[in-house]
């Protein structure tokens, strides 16, 4: 519930104390108008404590979450389409015609990099945690405390290496202004991994943590994501294996509204909540700064509202009869929602739209959208994990025991089972089926595509290029301010 969310943002009081880029020459220095460090701050639980929650806020900038995440992933997957009006810089995620200029590209790289700096700043200062006396912090507190940071370091590593590759890896609150040059992709991922493996020792179960916080079973989910995309199956396995404790929302929709958050599917949410404060929600491209509590997706791809994008053909088409998902996940003429029942002319932009999204929408208690919309993501989910799992298991060759878990997510679509007996090749087309019609609009098809190879098929006629467009360009800003990052590190085709 809303009433238990941690007031993230609130603390970004760190924006001014720690670095502010990952590699820019210009912002590498530590500036602490403040006073603030080591030696005088992390003396008590709520200093430790705030620390941390300065990391969270950088996934609530408009660089991330905030607003460009849900544009870029949805875009380049093509589970939307533009309508007429939709700005250039998110039209050209559609069609792969960013370049090293892209601003919202650029604030994704920089809005990751200081969440990894802020994260430094509390892992790099361990020593001055565990000083403080257990009286005021107890060491199972200041490890847990820890493990977030390390948490939510390998997740914005995560983000990162996912889009650029190759990348500065920074492990460290620089002392020079010199820039970090950029590691391989297998280094990141060495990071990434070792950052998980530590966390999910520390980290508190779901039922003993806070709502909003990451947890071990978050820790346990991300190490088992990152071992599929690795392609390491086995080990990838191993980690679903170990979770417990979760289940389906007996109600799909309850995923994605705001008053069921934090339910028995949850894994990691991005936490919003726009009673706690919106006030900067302009100003926060990339810092994470100041009250930000709430996001743009609501009014973005509210089919009543700016309806700068709707669901795609080639996505409506991929539901099969009777699936209840896509009541679920869009609305259609004829639907009722907080303003009364939805008319062709609603949906209704430059040509008729089949559907709208219903999916992370207010349009089941408002007949509008705002600005300001206060619905978590699932950045991991129960479904995902069941069908990461059911993927794992048919590359280890137990398509039987892949079967079970792919029924169990069909199962409350409404949809008859699989049948046992199926080839890898029916079972590896039943999970992308499963995957794109059960996490549509969760930012992860784009992903999906890539590390299946099936973008030359799944995004034919789009412009994506093969051996470029996997990756997005580093930032111009990134290239002119670090000088061990030139022009010569570009990625391909940029």
């Known amino acids: 519930m809303k009433t238990t969310k941690i007031i993230f943002s609130m603390f970004a009081l760190f924006t001014a104390a720690v670095i502010i880029n990952g590699c820019s020459e210009n912002d590498l220095e530590l ?49 939307n389409d533009g309508n007429p009006q939709l700005e250039a810089d998110k039209r050209q995620y559609l069609d792969f015609s960013f370049d090293s200029s892209h601003g919202p590209i650029a604030d994704y790289w920089e809005s990751c990099y200081r969440g990894i700096n802020k994260a430094n700043f509390v892992i790099g200062n361990e020593e001055a945690i ?36 190759d990348m500065p890896l920074i492990t460290e609150i620089p002392t020079t202004t010199e820039g970090v040059a950029k590691s391989s992709a297998d280094e990141v991922y060495a990071l990434i991994i070792s950052d998980l493996q530590s966390a999910s020792a520390t980290l508190l179960d779901k039922s003993e943590e806070a709502n909003g916080r990451a947890t071990k079973g978050a820790a346990i989910a991300l190490l088992g994501k990152v071992y599929l995309f690795r392609g390491e199956h086995a080990l990838a396995l191993a980690e679903f294996n170990k979770l417990s404790g979760y289940a389906l929302e007996p109600n799909f929709f309850d995923n994605f509204t705001e008053e069921t958050e934090h339910g028995v599917e949850s894994i990691f949410e991005i936490e919003y909540d726009d009673a706690l404060g919106t006030s900067a929600q302009w100003n926060s491209s990339v810092t994470g700064a100041g009250p930000n509590e709430a996001t743009f997706r609501g009014q973005e791809y509210g089919f009543n509202d700016w309806f700068n994008v709707f669901p795609s053909d080639d996505l409506l088409d991929e539901y099969e009869e009777g ?9 259609s003429v004829g639907d009722t929602f907080g303003g009364g029942v939805v008319t062709a002319e609603m949906l209704t932009a430059g040509d008729q739209r089949r559907a709208g999204w219903k999916k992370y929408q207010n349009y089941y208690k408002d007949a509008n959208e705002d600005q300001e919309s206060g619905i978590n993501f699932n950045y991991l989910r129960y479904a995902d994990v069941l069908l990461m799992k059911a993927e794992c298991e048919n590359e280890v060759g137990t398509q039987d025991d892949a079967i079970d878990l792919i029924n169990e997510v069909r199962e409350r679509a409404s949809l008859d089972g699989l049948p046992y007996g199926l080839s890898k090749a029916a079972v590896f087309e039943a999970i992308v089926h499963e995957r794109k019609v059960e996490l549509a609009g969760e930012q992860v098809r784009f992903n999906d595509i890539l590390r299946w190879n099936l973008a030359t098929t799944e995004l034919a006629g789009t412009n994506f290029q093969v051996g470029k467009s996997e990756l997005w360009p580093i930032p111009d800003r990134e290239i002119t301010s670090n000088e061990n990052v030139t022009a010569a590190d570009q990625n391909p085709g940029y």
């Open 31 to 79: 500036v602490n108008p403040n006073g603030l460090s080591p030696e005088t701050f992390f003396k008590t639980e709520a200093q430790v404590q705030s620390a941390v929650n300065a990391v969270y806020s950088n996934l609530q900038t408009r660089g991330l979450y905030s607003r460009h995440m849900f544009f870029s992933q949805d875009n380049m997957s093509h589970e």
């Open 323 to 331: 699936d209840t998902r896509y009541a679920d996940t869009f609305y």
């Open 130 to 165: 565990n000083a403080i006396e257990e009286s005021l912090l107890s060491n199972a507190s200041k490890q847990k405390f820890i493990g977030e940071a390390k948490f939510l370091r390998a997740l914005f590593n995560f983000l990162l290496v996912t889009r650029f590759g």
